[in-house]
């Protein structure tokens, strides 16, 4: 048991590391103006570690306070990351007000789904609620940054490095996150150890891909301001706008209009 404690000790103690220079990068940066949203969810994540180190080493690893702890603090991770994931999708999305009025309406159909297959998967055990619902947000984050990915690279969307970055890392996180809450609730015992190490490791990787971009982030390069898109500017912004973009753009902004007015 001392062996398992040591061990979580050494992965709070790297993550935290970890997600400190990630977060004073952000703050050096000022990415905290642009990425608010984000900035927040890696000081939870920190906030996380120091209270998990203290639950265990009050309580002790192996305790169901510490188990209850976890979970908990999980489920506001979790809400955090989610919320991330939109603030991403908006910067990339938003200078097309059509586009995004309907990925926000999507954003909130995954957020929905999130909860009502976690209710319908822990209906019979409700101490599988937490893991079901990390499983769910894994699932609904990955789908939403394939599709972010899958649309730009289609319509040629403008992303920098940093957005990218953001996309890969909880896209990559969010895989391997499924993947590890499923083998956990299939061999729970044999596996927790497995489990925790992998969640690190992956996590980990994200980490370091969020620091690299930051770190190669200018405060000077120039900002990205929404794009309004009234019909007299069309002629101007054909130019630099994919056609294909900008007509689905007219397309959807028409669509939610007349919906909004037969509400």
């Not at 979580?8 to 608010?36: D, G, H, Q, W």
């Not at 603030?87 to 059509?98: K, Q, Y």
């Not at 895989?175 to 489990?195: M, P, Q, R």
Request: with cysteine; net charge positive; charged share 15%.
């Amino acid at each position: 048991m001392s062996e398992t404690l040591n061990l979580r000790n050494l992965e709070l103690a790297l993550t935290t590391i970890t997600e400190l220079v990630l977060f004073v990068y952000l703050l050096r940066r000022k990415l905290f103006r642009s990425l608010p949203v984000f900035s927040v969810y890696i000081l939870i994540v920190i906030l996380q570690n120091v209270l998990m180190a203290a639950a265990y080493g009050v309580w002790g690893s192996q305790s169901y306070r510490a188990w209850l702890i976890f979970w908990l603090s999980q489920l506001v991770v979790e809400t955090a990351r989610f919320a991330a994931v939109v603030e991403v999708a908006r910067r990339i999305l938003s200078p097309f007000s059509g586009i995004w009025a309907l990925a926000r309406r999507v954003l909130l159909v995954a957020a929905g789904g999130v909860l009502v297959y976690a209710a319908l998967l822990s209906k019979d055990y409700w101490y599988s609620l937490p893991l079901n619902v990390d499983r769910g947000v894994g699932l609904a984050v990955a789908a939403v940054i394939v599709t972010l990915l899958l649309f730009a690279r289609y319509y040629g969307l403008p992303m920098d490095n940093l957005d990218r970055s953001l996309c890969m890392g909880f896209c990559l996180y969010s895989c391997f996150a499924v993947i590890n809450d499923t083998l956990l609730e299939k061999w729970v015992t044999s596996y927790l150890i497995f489990w925790g190490f992998l969640f690190v490791l992956t996590f980990l990787a994200s980490l370091f891909l969020w620091i690299g971009a930051a770190r190669a982030y200018s405060e000077t390069a120039p900002a990205r301001d929404p794009v309004v898109m009234p019909k007299e500017l069309h002629g101007k912004l054909s130019s630099e706008l994919n056609v294909r973009l900008r007509l689905l753009n007219e397309h959807l902004s028409q669509l939610l209009n007349a919906g909004g007015q037969r509400q």
